[in-house]
């Protein structure tokens, strides 16, 4: 089993119509990573409000950005080869995954099929999603975005909202998260994941 913390920066909020302009990943517990710009699929400039939240520019993208093609190639080459070239289940951990990056990523997954023959697999990855599971960790809070829970477990905030630098975050509080679950259930999510999804989708 391996376990990917994933982030990505896009043009928009709508996961169906909008652009993935930046994608970072992570091994969990492990220093092997991955980190790249695209250039907008539907060749549209970003907004200033998307640069503002982000810090991407157009000319940057234009400067650095891969084209999708590529850039979707070389991710899922890596994710290939992160699960031991695809011999290892893998478990996919986004914070609001389930209404924006999953979806994001199926659609990935969907649009380079159609035009490229692929070596990965995604019909068995367990897709878990940190904002439900910390609403079920912990039902009292009011504020459930990643930077609060950062600041309330005390994990330091550098660079938000660059896809690396969200991971990197992201795989903090995924710790904390399995951490109190394995207290509160009894469940050790690094060995059994689906147990993880379970449990943020009410199964017990």
Known sequence: MVTIIFDLETS??????DDIIEIGAK?????NSFQILIKPKSERPISKKITEITGITNRQLRA??????EAYAQFYNWLFEASDKGSLPITLVSHNG???DFIFFKRMYL???KENEITLDISNIIYNDTLPFSKRLYPSRTYYNQPSLARTFNIMIDGAHRAMADV???EQLYTKL???LRIKEKIDGTKEPE???AFIDLKF
């Open 12 to 17: 928009g909020l709508n996961p169906y119509h």
């Open 64 to 69: 650095e950005g891969q084209g999708w093609r």
């Open 195 to 197: 147990k993880v999804r």
């Open 27 to 31: 091994v969990y517990n492990d220093e």
């Open 98 to 100: 389930d209404t924006f």
């Open 168 to 170: 990197i975050v992201l």
């Open 111 to 113: 649009e380079f099929k």
């Open 178 to 180: 399995l951490n109190d």
